[in-house]
């Protein structure tokens, strides 16, 4: 069955179906009656409610988070959806996915995909379906190096982003392919790990998965390991009270969290190590203090000795630097280093601090690794997926949410220029007629936070820190907002809590820190700190706002370069159950994401557009005239394209560069009109294909038919076998001999012979021919 025919009968499949379920509100919200936030919600809810969880916006797929397990992300829906124009199926996030894949290849383009919406909205299960889209439908046999590619991609998927954290933070993966369409490198770029959920979480909220693996199969699956508890015995898990999470398997996750390290390569001493590691971080949180002559005191130092032993450093010395702190003091042009003894309150910090560090560095190493594994030489196509964590607000936020909310204000200002103000500019660069749609530019919420000049608040706050460095001292309340801050973000007004802002943007290790695990009897920990401590290293310190501030803005410029595409997730309800509604829950997010506006641009504008070159390499083969090849003008080519195919005139304007197509409805016409000439080509090539194996049978048959009397001849058993020609005379060449035939018929047989009468009396030679009509 050719690949027309299955695609056929799996859309008719698909058509039965859908013709015994009740239509439910519309697959695309351009096509909407009244543009409404209620009127959003009302099609979005409905569809929800009849487990439709995928909607469009032209080209923007809107993605409701379900809480359950749907039925339609199994292998008929890859093939019904492969190859298939968008508005053939309902929409899914295969077919987002399709379109990226195949434009890749057809427009030499590097995709990308901007997966945004607040925690909970189902963000990392997208990515999830694109990543087994692609490792499903590309290019490479089973023993190619692009499926070893594909398991690593599939592997570090379980890791989740290393199996670390849930969620980590944000994350950007490129799938790098070859010209050919198969996956043969990657690369991640992780940033703004959020460290603080290492010692501290929300309530009714977990702490990274890999502990809760270490906590029920123990180090390397062996539970009995001395020194191993379960989850409510450690400090920086028992906080939140909450140890399992529905639809989490922790045995069967740490199986699969081994299995991924070994298909990117860690070796098993090294992932014993690393597990080691986790176990110590966990122990290192069940340190704690006491106060004793207004100095830190360890409390109990036997539950030293366990966290000690796990990262190879000595006990006393892992004491000493939790209590006490190396200064560098400086006074009259001389430096001296002091010892400072901490308060219950500092050492406490430093403990959290260190646990902060170990984890991180082990989280870098772990996405190093998974980099290492997917390395090419060079980059051809690529397609990047950005699964970015939720815009947050908490009754009480810190720096972190800072940071969070500040790279989705960025991204939101990417997918405000790149869908409603790039397109808008662009009809006037183009010179179409156009009503310009009103919407609300967030670039003056981006200015106030990273400003340069005039300072925004990151610059006003690594001042602030820079300060701090230099004295030795300085707290948060040097901050001239010491009160704290309301910013009004996209997503609503979110109030900050300066408290620890300081602290938590110096970022900075403590050197006595570093250097005690530069002493550790283990390599590979001595290896996650390669530092060379300099004393008297001056210059102003990075920051993790300035850190974050760089990584977003470089993350922008590659989205940038990239043909986007979107996916806007929505939280449906806070109690994660399946076909809960909360009606102003969904109401703000549509809000906030822009969704009305988005509509009102698309409504308004034109469906599709493409540069006249691209057009003409797309469609022309709708005329004999434009195919192979158009030799005139670029534009004058697309007109008469357009014109040949009888587009009416008021559905497409052409542009200086560009031709634009208004309604969907024409796009798919001219994709319809595509479809058939090539289905008339194919057919043509399945004949010639046909015909070809039909001659080469008859060949074999014919030698075959030549074999059977070989050294069987009574009288000639040393005979030559020759095959059976049948035209000894050359009749193609002689057209004296061929008028003899008629029109129809067909010589099987022609050769010279000598013909004898019944006298035995001989006749010249002639020609004899036996004919089948």
């Not at 790279?407 to 409603?420: D, G, P, R, S």
Request: neutral net charge; proline residues 4%.
């Amino acid at each position: 069955m050719d690949r027309r025919t299955k695609k056929e009968g799996s859309k008719e499949r698909f058509h039965w179906q859908s013709h015994n379920v009740k239509q439910s509100g519309v697959d695309d919200m351009v096509l909407l009656p009244q543009i409404t936030e209620d009127a959003i919600v009302g099609n979005l809810r409905k569809r929800f409610m009849d487990d439709y969880i995928f909607t469009y916006i032209g080209s923007v797929l809107i993605s409701v988070n379900p809480f359950k397990q749907m039925p339609y992300f199994t292998d008929r829906e890859i093939d019904l959806y492969q190859g298939a124009a968008q508005y053939e199926n309902p929409p899914h996030i295969y077919a987002l996915t399709d379109n990226m894949y195949r434009n890749m290849l057809i427009d030499c383009e590097n995709q990308c995909v901007i997966i945004s919406g607040e925690s909970g909205a189902g963000k990392t299960v997208a990515a999830k379906y694109i990543m087994g889209y692609i490792s499903k439908v590309s290019g490479g046999g089973r023993e190619g190096p692009g499926e070893h590619v594909k398991d690593i991609i599939l592997q570090s998927n379980p890791l989740r982003f290393v199996s670390l954290s849930t969620p980590p933070g944000g994350k950007y993966f490129e799938i790098q392919f070859s010209r050919g369409g198969e996956p043969d490198g990657g690369r991640i770029s992780n940033f703004l790990l959020e460290k603080s959920r290492v010692v501290m979480q929300n309530e009714n909220e977990r702490n990274f998965h890999i502990y809760y693996q270490v906590c029920w199969m123990g180090l390397a699956g062996a539970a009995a390991e001395p020194g191993l508890m379960t989850p409510d015995y450690y400090y920086y898990l028992n906080r939140s009270d909450t140890y399992k999470v529905d639809g989490t398997d922790d045995r069967s996750d740490f199986s699969e969290t081994l299995s991924a390290m070994q298909v990117i390569g860690i070796p098993p001493s090294v992932q014993q190590l690393v597990l080691q590691l986790v176990a110590g971080i966990l122990h290192l949180g069940n340190i704690s203090f006491c106060e004793e002559g207004n100095y830190a005191r360890v409390e109990s130092t036997d539950l030293l000795a366990f966290p000690a032993y796990l990262l190879g450093i000595d006990s006393g010395r892992l004491q000493e630097k939790l209590t006490s702190r190396k200064m560098d003091s400086r006074w009259g042009g001389r430096s001296e280093s002091i010892n400072v003894t901490l308060n219950v309150e500092q050492a406490a910090y430093t403990r959290d601090a260190l646990a902060k560090g170990l984890y991180a560095r082990l989280f870098d190493f772990l996405v190093e690794a998974i980099n290492r594994a997917m390395q090419k030489p060079q980059e051809e196509y690529s397609i990047g997926v950005l699964d970015i964590y939720g815009f947050e607000i908490f009754q009480k936020n810190g720096f972190e949410q800072f940071c969070i909310n500040f790279v989705n204000e960025k991204l939101q200002q990417i997918f405000i220029e790149l869908t409603l103000k790039a397109e808008q500019e662009e009809y006037v660069q183009e010179g179409i007629r156009w009503t310009p749609i009103e919407y609300f530019n967030n670039k003056v919420v981006c200015d106030l936070i990273e400003n340069k000049a005039p300072p925004g608040i990151m610059s006003v706050l690594d001042d602030v820190c820079a300060t701090m460095h230099a004295t030795g001292g300085g707290a948060d309340q040097t901050l001239l907002w010491s009160a704290g801050f309301v910013i009004h973000h996209y997503a609503g007004k979110v109030s900050y809590d300066v408290s620890g802002f300081c602290e938590r943007n110096r970022d900075v290790l403590f050197s006595d820190l570093i250097e005690l695990m530069q002493t550790s009897e283990q390599a590979f920990l001595r290896m996650l700190f390669p530092e060379k401590l300099d004393v008297d290293k001056k210059g102003r310190p990075s920051t993790a706002g300035s850190k974050i501030k760089k990584q977003a803005n470089d993350l922008v410029a590659t989205l940038k370069r990239c043909t986007p595409h979107y996916i806007r997730c929505i939280k449906p309800n806070e109690t994660k159950r399946p076909r809960d509604w909360e009606e102003s829950r969904v109401k703000h997010q549509v809000e906030y994401l822009g969704l009305r506006e988005n509509i009102r641009v698309r409504r308004a504008g034109f469906a599709y557009r493409r540069q006249f070159s691209k057009f003409l390499q797309r469609y022309a083969i709708l005329t004999p005239e434009t195919w192979p090849r158009w030799r005139g003008d670029e534009r004058q080519g697309v007109q008469h394209l357009l014109q040949a195919v009888n587009m009416e005139s008021d559905q497409y304007q052409m542009g200086s560069t560009k031709v634009f197509v208004k309604n969907p409805e024409s796009l798919f016409l001219l994709e319809e009109m595509r479809e058939r000439k090539f289905d008339g080509f194919a057919r043509t090539i399945q004949k010639a294909w046909r015909r070809h194996v039909a001659v080469r049978k008859y060949e074999e048959m014919r030698e075959e038919a030549s074999n059977i009397l070989l050294n069987k001849k009574e009288r000639r058993r040393n005979s030559i076998n020759r095959n059976f020609v049948g035209d000894y005379l050359g009749l193609e060449e002689r057209p004296e001999l061929r008028q003899f035939l008629g029109k129809r018929e067909r010589v099987d047989f022609a050769d010279s012979v000598t013909k004898y009468d019944r006298r035995f009396k001989a006749y010249s030679p002639g020609p004899a021919l036996n004919t089948g009509v």
